[in-house]
């Protein structure tokens, strides 16, 4: 009788201890993975462009200049690309590609992680289309991807630049 009086016991000292306690709060989300390390850029040449323009629209609209490239980790459009840009747009808007359709496809090096990169491709894809679209472009006129790193063939500084790039297309 006295082990069932001290099993009850126990039993009732821990059903009072665990009715006292709370759940702990939930844990915060961790912090996204930091992107790759900054590395000096060996192509940030002010006359280049940050988009790769398919040939038919360059010849159609008259741009010469097609080699394209982001600086590392940056989705940001360059005023050295403005013009090219604005040419686009004339060109789809009241030129020889008037009111046809553009699609922009987003890239990225390979350094950063698989979704990391899918979603700066994206980024980068985005950021072309608020440009021509604030210059005049009708939003409907351009739809926007992302390859992330999966085209990616670099395997170095200046290869990985060709890598961080828009391309522009006509769509179908």
């Known amino acids: 009788m006295k082990t069932s009086t001290v099993v009850l016991a126990l039993l009732f000292i821990t059903a009072n201890a665990c009715a006292g306690t709370e ?31 398919a040939p038919e629209i360059r010849s159609a609209c008259g741009i010469t200049d097609a080699d394209a490239y982001f600086a590392f980790d ?36 390979p350094r950063g992680g698989e979704e990391y990169n ?9 950021g072309v289309k608020a440009f021509l679209v604030e210059r005049g472009m009708g939003g409907q006129q351009v739809a926007t991807t992302s390859r992330g790193e999966m085209d990616a063939k670099g395997a170095n500084e200046s290869s990985w630049a060709q890598d961080r790039r828009v391309d522009i297309r006509l769509a179908n």
């Not at 899918?118 to 985005?126: E, F, I, K, Y």
Request: glycine content about 6%.
């Open 118 to 126: 899918m979603v700066l491709g994206g980024s980068r894809a985005d």
């Open 23 to 53: 759940a702990p709060p939930p844990r915060a989300p961790e912090a996204p993975p930091e992107p790759p390390a900054k590395a000096p850029l060996a192509i940030d040449s002010p006359t280049k462009s940050v988009v790769n323009i």
């Open 74 to 109: 940056s989705a940001r459009v360059r005023s050295s690309d403005y013009p090219t840009l604005d040419k686009l747009v004339r060109c789809f808007s009241t030129g020889p590609l008037a009111h046809r359709e553009m699609h922009l496809v987003g890239h990225a090096d």
